[in-house]
């Protein structure tokens, strides 16, 4: 079993970032034909999940994420930490932190227009790792 | 590791389909004792869970994701292409395309009523793909 | 390829547990230094994830899904079977119940804050059962 990791700079505030062509360097680098990437963003404020990256798409999940899990300055955890990032934490726990991806001849099994992002929920500017461990023959 | 494919066709508009009958089929031809199995679900508008699927719980699941993620016309991605489907991708989004499932002793781990589930949120009939990897002993 | 298993004593109603310390020993126990636990909660009204476990996240998140997903005694599952826990089922597809965490150099990947989380939805005292695969060098 490899690891690879993916590092990024995000801006938070629900930043979404299309991590695929990452993913698909390493799949290169590495010379995986059949295999599964198991993906996970460390931190309980940023999740992984797959989207058409565009930026209507874009615009949609960030106002749905507003309006489901919104901030808050009153979110509990806010107290607890003087903090404000609640409403990042619980978006994280909805959506989860991690992604597996299978690979068949050396392509990610991916739709035409579904690309693997990273959000990042939290209220700063921030520097993040991604583990990605690579299962293959 | 193999590859093997579950193709089936779906009426779309949140279409939930029992796949669990064409996982153990897999599992049987494939004579998995111990193992996992990946599922992926192939684009951007459709989602793997598990559910008891049961009529009530199925009415019950689809007037969920109507209220917490409704159709609307006026989704931003809905004029990037003309479209109608903005909801279908925010859905998978949050749902997420895919899903593995254990194998012990020759049998899916999971409860008496849990089965897996494909949900097909595309607003037309589709046909489907799912990638499943197999990684077992 | 290795299982273990999880088990413990829940109160439902959402009862959030930290099972971090028992993965922790899993990996202590079988010596693992580089390779992924594959987490599966046998049953379809329970979810795996991870939060900051801490009292205000926990109430958030508690309040956030009683929002989302509330219970409702008219729940068309709660009439199939006389029961009340439709919306322990919903909230089981939504958050679902697997989850993968990669291992490197002995250590899980996780952030400083996050810790993985077992999440009772039924509305009852439970026995639960966490089926845990290892892949590993």
């Known amino acids: 079993m490899k690891t690879s990791h993916i590092r990024l700079k995000t801006k938070g505030n629900t930043d979404i970032i299309n991590i695929t062509p990452h993913i698909e360097k390493i ?3 590495e010379a995986i034909q059949d295999g599964i990437l198991f993906l996970q963003v460390i931190g309980s404020t940023a999740a992984i999940t797959t989207m058409e990256y565009e930026p209507g798409q874009k615009k949609d999940l960030k106002a749905l994420l507003e ?3 919104p ?3 009153d979110w509990a955890h806010n107290f ?3 903090d404000d990032n609640g409403h990042s934490h619980l978006r994280s726990s909805f959506l989860k ?3 597996f991806i299978p690979v068949t001849e050396g392509a990610l099994d991916l739709g035409t227009w579904q690309q693997v992002v990273l959000i990042d929920f939290d209220t700063r500017v921030r520097e993040r790792e991604i583990v990605v461990k690579i299962v293959s023959e």
């Open 27 to 29: 799949v290169k680098n």
């Open 67 to 69: 309006e489901l899990i």
């Open 71 to 73: 901030y808050r300055s």
């Open 80 to 82: 607890t930490w003087g």
């Open 97 to 99: 932190t991690n992604y």
